[in-house]
């Protein structure tokens, strides 16, 4: 790749306690790219994101976006940069309405007196935002922007909270296990959900355990083992067995991928 | 878009297209839910015109007349405002026990340094104000900073707050004559007004209006949106990027400062300020209104209008009771039975997602 890359990670350390969930992690984004993170239970897929969205901080290591150190103390601090996560359990508080839920954290105030004022939400401004995004990607199969999250079936919600991450992500969004809850129809939507949001140049970590969904959208797949990227392969190069002994530590990968 | 389906997959195309079709033959009971559900205050105000419909009947003009209707708010208002502070507790899934000893601290503290010290009234309510609020901000702190239950934090500064109340005043009562003649400030919501034989105080137009402002903040305002959020899932708002401790302290904190405006309006309506009244259960009354108002004990859900109808049932059905003559104890019977009755409500109201 002679591009650079949106985000890397070189020698990130997380220790809980005595155990090490990171031992030294690489990681980098390119622009545009779909890149799939894979890898079993416990082997730290999980605080390697939490390290890049905020979530957690590292012990050890550097973080830089767009070449530039940074050093995320909260969620909130990744999203200003423009980073969004899209989390398993999607984050939507169920009682709000789809506009709330799409603005929380950063409304829209009524211009003039009534927003300096009384504080008042512009909710015909949210409301239509939030529609244009739904409609954007292909979501308006809701009828009513004001009904209840919780009225919303499974794929919907994930489609409201992908459109969250869209709507807001300028640099990348995470995505994690989008469709670990969901049926054959409902994931495919989200399939091409997530196609559509690399269309606009937006590129994508994937965290996922379903082998055919990720090797059906990355461009690249970051395997994870004991704690630190073990390799990166080009999935057309690739079969989903060599991956799942890559990542099982069955089989070794070959030295061209463990350079990139 | 779907080009590189799965095998398994290509079958979809040919799947049932039509999305989101519903069912325009709903049951009248399954319509009923969904209108209960999106409308969280209606089920209180329709209990509360039922409930003033069937003593009306029972008793006559002499239940329907507007002094009578008028004296039930009269009667209400106090609870009422500490409901509405009480209601923003709940709302974020928390509960506050300690809402009517910081009343009656707040005012016991308006009544010294006006009466006893000598302070101006202004200085005087605005130094009950702000202590009502810092016991408020004593319970917040406990609650977001120190992630201790609401319950258990409550309980312990209901106790502590109860008995500097009682240390503090000796247990002096400070009478009518001498707020009167020395700070009739404390004595403003006491003011009235007739319009033929309706008799409104500003204690029931201030409870009204509170609620009022309670609402428009709770609904077009985010931080309104934020207390929603972090009673209906405290983890997924603090994700969304919700600063959840800030909330959480500045709704206990508003909770305390309301209690202590509760606090002046109970000054006008008594007369006298009385430390011995923290033995009252206005927590419980509270707590009371705010259930059969339809706000969830879970959290995230209700309107803070149902409060105020809450408390009005409550008026409402201890009025007709005692003008029937009924023991008090069937007022008390029938708040029970309110309460639960209410609960099951809003239990079967949630399941209209599932």
Redesign the interface.
Known sequence: MTQEPILTARGLVKRYGRVTALDNADFDLYPGEILAVIGDNGAGKSSLIKAISG?AVPDEGEIRLEGKPVAFKS??EA?EAGIE?V?Q????????SIA??MF????I?KPGLLGEW????D?PAMEKRARDKLTELGLM???NISQ?V??LSGGQRQGVAVARAAAFGSKMVIMDEPTAALG??ES?RVL?LI??VKKRGLPIVLISHNM?HVF?VADRIHIHRLGRRLCVIDPKQYTMSDAVAFMTGAKLPPEAALAA | ??Q???E??KV?SS?DTS??AFDEHKSAVKRIQHFL??TPAAVPLIVLVLAIIIFGMTIGGRFFSSYTLTLILQQIAIVGILGAAQTLVILTAGIDLSIGVIMVISAVIMGNCAVSYGMPSVLAVAIGLAAGAACGLLNGVLVAYMKLPPFIVTLGTWNIVMATNFIYSANETIRDTDVNTQAPLLHLFALSFKVGTAVLTLGVIATVVLVLILW??LN????G??V??VG??Q???K????QTKKVLMTVYTLAGLIAAFAAWVSIGRNGSISPSAAVTDYNLQAITATVIGGISLFG??GSILGTLFGAMIVGVVSMGLNMLGADPQWKVLLTGVLIIGAVAIDQWIRK??A
Not at chain 1, 104 to 107: D, N
Not at chain 2, 220 to 223: L, S
Not at chain 2, 239 to 242: E, N, P, Q, R, V
């Open positions: 979530a969620p909130m999203r996560t989390y359990n999607l984050a939507l508080s169920p009682a709000l709330d839920n929380l954290g950063r409304e105030r009384l504080r008042m939400l909710r199969t809701i009828q209840a919780e009225t054959v129809k495919r091409e196609l559509d055919p059906e | 878009m779907a590189a389906a799965q398994f997959e979809l799947s999305v989101a559900h999106s428009y903040v077009h305002t985010a931080w949106r934020h929603y959020a209906d899932d983890e997924a708002a994700l969304s990027g919700i995230g859900r209209v997602s």
